[in-house]
């Protein structure tokens, strides 16, 4: 095993590509054998570009050098590698590289989630893994469930004080599940203190003492007030007589009650010796006793500590559960999470077979270079560790990375596996790229100076040590020049007090934040007004916009940065690692989801309207309050949207409420409007995605609502780039990480400090490195020390990232600020010698400093820096403005295109077949808008009055989805139906009408075997059964083709055009239930066809169902139905076993018609299914299928 150590600029990425070229030649292995794990899907996509371009200048340099021709430029490492070739070898070499080149594709470059997938599905049988497993990114709703069961078991065989603790301490499954995020790490953290059942004491217990207190306090009341009054030791300040009659007040409160309080009232503690004790006695005199202080004193410390143990017992009980719960319900539903893969793979080498499976891995990969190998964790260090690690093969694994970068472990990084890696490793197997390709030399100077300057920059000096780095001087050959001179390529802006708040002799956070960012918007300002005169360029180009980036820890201290640019007529755009789901768009898209979900509920209408996204000031919407139509009106276009939502997908509902309220225009109108679109475009895209595997109102809202509680942002959902326009970049420390830009500012140097006390504290162990996490031991403020040393290190390698960006200069910020000695930065510019790298010690010099005494110190490091530092005064009150820009042309390039593409690939539905709607949702019955209100004047029956429309049809299909039929009857059937009318904004006085109609419905006969919806149970039903099923290359001729000779199915294919399909074919069967062995679909219509019932008879029907095209959807609907019976069921026979198709036209079904009114059945023919099938799968029309390149 070798460890490369990369600092930031030495050309990491570089060096692993021709790691990679003289693998393939020196071991003269196939392109695909070499293993490459990087962190990033874009990652991998950059090291294939960078390979394949390398692999041809290669390819291209050897041949040169065989042919003895003039080549490419000098290339010292190609040279090199060239010169241990003969030009035998070299030739060979040459068209092996070439090849490669050709077959990138092959090249094994995997994220590690994506080599675990591989390993696991290539070697299903050696590592155990299912076959077919599905990868999941959101296991929340899992983790939920699990939660919730775990919860009702806790309070199954609680008492009533267990049960109110419970829900005080954590309100309900949700809060228990938040509480437990600080228990998870892969792998699991170890949990203390590590408790015995019998180290917990119980609430019954705790009751009987509360008794005692109250039977204490009845006997003892006089005797303690006689006491209070009389006792010439009771300091009489503390315990005057107006406290003390607070104090009885609250005990006697406390007393007639007869629950345990959980919550001490303040008075209480008056009664305890420990108050007593401390503020309760006179100096030089003993403390007041009694035995009634006694009892209380013990309450107390009984209700602390059963709280305190309690609290950790269930906490490590459940995460247990939670965990074990979450698996086996994966396992079961065969889905996978990332962390899953990485724990499959390392369980399945640490398991029986482990070894054989190394081995069948290694002999597949004798080589793995893994990068970004600082953002390890023990698991993965262990899978690599296990396959490649042996002694008689000592260098087939290369881990590559800068511990100095470590920056990610919010996201699951573990610095001390790559410690304990080190350790591993040796000295002997370490080796350090020490020369920055990327920065000026004075810029890296001034960052060894820094550096340099504290005894241990990074904490954790033995195994992140730092070795200054020496610079290449390639940047040097483009200088950036002001006015002709180089600037100082570190410099330090000082903010003065004078005109800003001040809190003990410092600057207070809120103004140093406000006048650095103004600062920092107006030094950039004066270099962008000089590049527009040529007296600011790099090399000799003018100084651009975008080639300023300035760096911040959070979105917060962007969003200053940007309303300073703002100011200054400085146009910005803002690059971050945050999740969209943190953002406030999200939180107000989910009020507008909320609302859209039950567009009857008004409060939930009025939040949504209050949303800036919508737009609504408070005098508009009490407006609502006294105009009815006005209410009445919004209500009806927010019932629209829900409708577009459940009948063809969420897009389709979003897409017109943004259309139809305007909020496109509104929102770009704001501040930073362009990147609160960009979020909401944004968020539309995750949720349209997330609607497919959550589908319906409530599913989706609870994603939502998961996503912005969940602390972990995926790489598709982190923020996306507003503008590639030439703008100023503000970005994330944690985003810049990778990346350079020719100036940096870093105004907020000095914010940042520790993150303060916590319940938990999270810490590793300092033998075995091992993760732990301390819930309330004995030893918990030493472990809190350990915290926040490795806080601090953390802190000190953002720093290190931040500083190391720049190309040519960097900017950064200083003062007497509240709060900054306890800084990263501090260490650097004050260190403290005797600080020993601990989280309190390394601030302490500095807060002793006057103002003018911590800028001498500076000027004093910058006079010693020989001009590559310099100190000068910030100008936060008159700064600079942007003067008007000259256009410049933009330079052109072709974009890359990174999209998944198909001939005409997409979701279909019957819907999409017949009207070329949007396929993502049920089929309602669907009028037009004027039918849907026409007023009738006669009918035979008031069911043929009931409304019509999409939304009406949508409810009745709600009402029979959530209805038991052998027991819907009585209350339960009203229950029912006065929630669905309510929902879908129906007049409540409907529900006697419906409840009726729904029996009718319910016990209608569908054929002359006295079938009826009453018979059938739940278990022999499936509602809304969602399918989707594999469609090839679809035409109206080759679906013509497959039913001619049907005339019944034939007319509803006339004047078809939807042209060329390909893709899935998506419905929702209202119905599927079996009855006597064989298996019917059913489907809902609300059509209103007259008002008589004469008009459902049958010819009428079959009017209906032509006028419709309904007998396509009949042909769609069964060969889902068929596919998914030959699937399921052995022995699977369609004769026998599909027993046909029930159209039930609601309005018309009546028991003493029986199936002669309001029911229409048809059975295809098998041949015909059987024909169709074949057509649907793409077999009927080759010639279609080589147009499309198919062979």
Not at 351 to 360: E, F, I, Q, T, V
Not at 737 to 752: A, I
Not at 867 to 882: Q, V
Not at 1150 to 1164: D, I, L, N
Request: charged share 30%; glycine share 8%; proline share 5%.
């Amino acid at each position: 095993m070798r460890l490369i150590e990369a600092s930031a600029g030495t050309g990491k990425t570089y060096n692993i590509v021709f790691l990679f070229l003289r693998t393939l030649l020196e071991r003269d292995l196939d392109i695909g054998r070499i293993l490459v794990v990087t962190f990033t899907n874009a990652a991998t996509e950059e090291l294939r570009g960078r390979l394949r371009e390398r692999l041809r200048e290669a390819a291209d340099h050897f041949a040169c050098k065989t042919a003895g021709t003039a080549g490419p430029a000098k290339d010292p490492l190609l040279d090199g590698l060239a010169g241990r070739l003969d030009p035998e070898r070299l030739a060979r070499a040459a068209w092996k590289l070439r090849d490669a080149a050709g077959r990138l594709d092959e090249a094994a470059i995997f994220t590690i989630h994506g080599f675990c997938m591989r390993m696991l599905q290539e070697f299903a049988f050696e590592s155990g893994a299912p076959f077919h497993p599905e990868l999941t990114t959101d296991e929340e709703e899992l983790r939920r469930q699990a939660a919730a069961d775990f919860w009702r078991r806790a309070l199954a065989g609680a008492g009533e004080t267990e049960t109110r603790w419970f829900l005080q301490t954590w309100n309900g499954p949700d809060g228990l599940l938040q509480s437990l995020q600080v228990l998870r790490g892969t792998p699991a953290p170890k949990i203390l203190p590590e408790l015995q059942p019998e180290d917990v004491p119980g609430f019954d217990e705790l009751d009987r003492m509360f008794r005692e207190v109250r039977r204490g306090w009845e006997r003892y009341r006089e005797d303690v007030v006689d006491l209070f009054r009389k006792s010439d030791a009771l300091n009489r300040r503390s315990y005057n007589s107006s406290v003390v009659q607070k104090a009885l007040d609250a005990m006697d409160a406390l007393a007639g009650q007869e629950e345990t309080p959980l919550d001490l009232p303040e008075g209480f503690y008056r009664f305890t010796p420990a108050m007593l004790e401390e503020k309760g006695t006179k100096a030089g005199r003993p403390t007041p006793s009694h035995p009634f202080f006694d009892l209380c004193g013990r309450f107390r410390d009984r209700l602390r500590e059963t709280s305190r143990l309690q609290r950790i017992r269930i906490l490590r009980d459940a995460s247990r559960f939670v965990e074990e719960e979450t698996a086996r319900r994966k396992e079961q539903e065969e889905l996978l999470s990332f962390d899953d893969l990485l724990n499959a793979l390392d369980k399945a080498l640490c398991g029986p077979g482990g070894a054989d499976l190394a081995r069948r891995i290694r002999d597949r990969f004798p080589v793995a270079l893994i990068d970004e190998f600082q953002d390890t964790d023990p698991v993965q260090y262990r899978i690599f560790q296990r396959i490649y690690d042996l002694p008689e093969n000592p260098e087939p694994l290369c881990l590559i990375g800068d511990p100095k970068q470590a920056i990610y472990s919010f996201r699951g990084a573990d610095i001390f596996a790559y410690m304990q890696a080190r350790r591993d490793a040796g000295a002997g197997s370490i080796y350090t790229m020490d020369t920055n390709w990327r920065s000026a030399s004075d810029l890296v100077e001034a960052v060894n100076l820094l550096f340099r300057r504290a005894p241990a920059p990074f904490v954790y000096d033995e195994d992140i040590p730092f070795h200054p780095v020496k610079s290449a001087g390639k940047t040097d050959a483009r200088p950036l020049l002001v006015d002709g001179t180089r600037p100082a390529a570190f410099r330090i802006r000082f903010l003065r007090s004078e005109g800003l708040k001040l809190n003990k002799g410092n600057i207070t956070k809120g103004d140093a934040y406000d006048a650095a960012a103004a600062d920092c918007a107006g030094e950039i300002a004066r270099l962008l007004n000089l590049a527009a005169e040529g007296r600011a360029r790099i090399g000799d180009a003018p100084l651009k916009t975008r080639d300023i980036a300035v760096l911040v820890r959070s979105h917060r201290e962007g969003d200053m940065v940007q309303k300073a640019l703002r100011k200054r007529g400085i146009a910005s755009v803002s690059l971050q690692r945050e999740s969209v789901f943190s953002s406030g768009e999200a939180e107000e898209m989910l009020a507008i989801l909320a609302a859209l979900a039950d567009p009857g509920d008004e409060g939930l209408l009025r939040a949504a309207l209050a949303t800036e996204m919508l737009g609504w000031d408070a005098p508009s919407i009490r407006r609502l309050d006294a105009d009815e139509a006005l209410l009445e009106s919004l209500q009806q276009r927010f019932f629209r949207y829900h409708d577009l939502w459940r009948r063809y997908g969420f897009l389709s509902g979003l897409l017109e409420l943004l259309k139809g309220e305007g909020v496109t225009g509104r929102v770009r109108s704001l501040p930073e409007g362009e990147r609160r679109l960009t979020n909401i475009l944004h968020l539309l895209e995750l949720l349209h995605a997330a609607s497919q595997t959550h589908p319906g109102t409530e599913k989706l809202l609870r994603w939502l609502q998961d996503k912005r509680a969940s602390h972990r942002a995926a790489e598709e959902e982190q923020l996306r780039l507003e503008s590639d326009e030439n703008l100023v970049q503000v970005v994330t420390i944690h985003r810049s990480k990778g990346l350079e830009y020719p100036v940096v500012f870093v105004p907020f140097p000095w914010s940042g400090g520790p993150s303060g006390d916590g319940d938990a504290v999270r810490f590793h162990d300092p033998e075995d490195l091992r993760l732990c996490v301390d819930l309330g031991s004995d030893d918990i403020e030493d472990h809190r020390a350990l915290q926040e040393r490795e806080d601090l290190a953390e802190r000190m390698r953002l720093l290190y990232v931040a500083l190391t960006r720049a190309k040519h200069l960097c900017v950064t910020t200083w003062g007497k600020i509240n709060e900054a000695s306890r800084s990263a930065m501090a260490r650097l510019l004050f260190p403290d010698p005797d600080g020993e790298g601990s989280a309190g010690g390394f601030g302490n010099r500095m807060d002793a400093l006057t103002e003018e005494a911590l800028r001498e110190e500076l000027a004093e490091l910058a006079k010693d820096s020989g001009g590559i530092i310099s100190l000068e005064d910030a100008h936060w009150e008159t700064p600079e403005r942007l003067k008007q820009q000259a256009a410049t042309a933009p330079s052109l390039a072709a974009r890359n295109f990174s999209r998944a593409w198909g001939p005409e690939w997409r979701i279909t539905s019957y819907t999409n077949l017949v009207s070329g709607a949007d396929p993502h949702g049920p089929d309602y019955d669907s009028v037009p808008a004027d039918a849907a209100e026409a007023p009738v004047e006669e009918a035979d029956d008031p069911v043929f009055l009931f409304p019509r429309g999409p939304r009406p049809g949508e409810c009745l299909h709600e009402i029979l989805e959530n209805l038991d039929f052998p027991a819907a009857a009585g209350r339960e059937l009203e229950a029912v139906v006065q929630d669905a009318l309510r929902r879908h904004g129906l007049d409540s006085t409907w529900t006697p009408t419906v409840v009726q109609w729904m029996e009718r419905v319910l016990d209608t006969p569908l054929n002359a075997d006295g079938l009826k919806l009453r018979g059938i149970e739940s278990r022999n039903r499936l509602d809304e059964l969602e399918f989707h099923y594999s469609l090839g290359l679809l035409t109206p001729d080759s679906l013509a083709e497959a039913v001619r000779g049907e005339p019944f199915y034939e007319r509803s294919l006339e004047g078809l055009g939807f042209g060329y399909l390909r893709g899935l074919m998506r419905g929702f069967i209202d119905l599927a239930f079996r009855s006597d062995g064989r298996y019917y679909i059913a489907d809902y219509k609300s059509n209103h066809l007259g008002n008589r019932v004469e008009d459902y008879a049958a010819d009428s029907l079959e009017r209906a169902m032509h006028a419709h095209r309904y007998p396509l959807q009949v042909l769609v609907y069964t060969v889902a139905l068929h596919r998914y019976l030959r699937a399921r069921l052995p022995g699977y026979d369609y004769d026998s076993h599909f027993g046909g198709v029930f159209y039930l036209f609601l309005r018309g079904m009546r028991p003493e018609t029986g199936p002669g009114a309001g029911v229409f059945f048809t059975k295809p023919r098998r041949d015909l299914v059987e024909r169709l099938d074949r057509t649907l799968q793409g077999e009927a029309d080759p010639l279609v299928k080589t147009a499309f390149g198919d062979t």
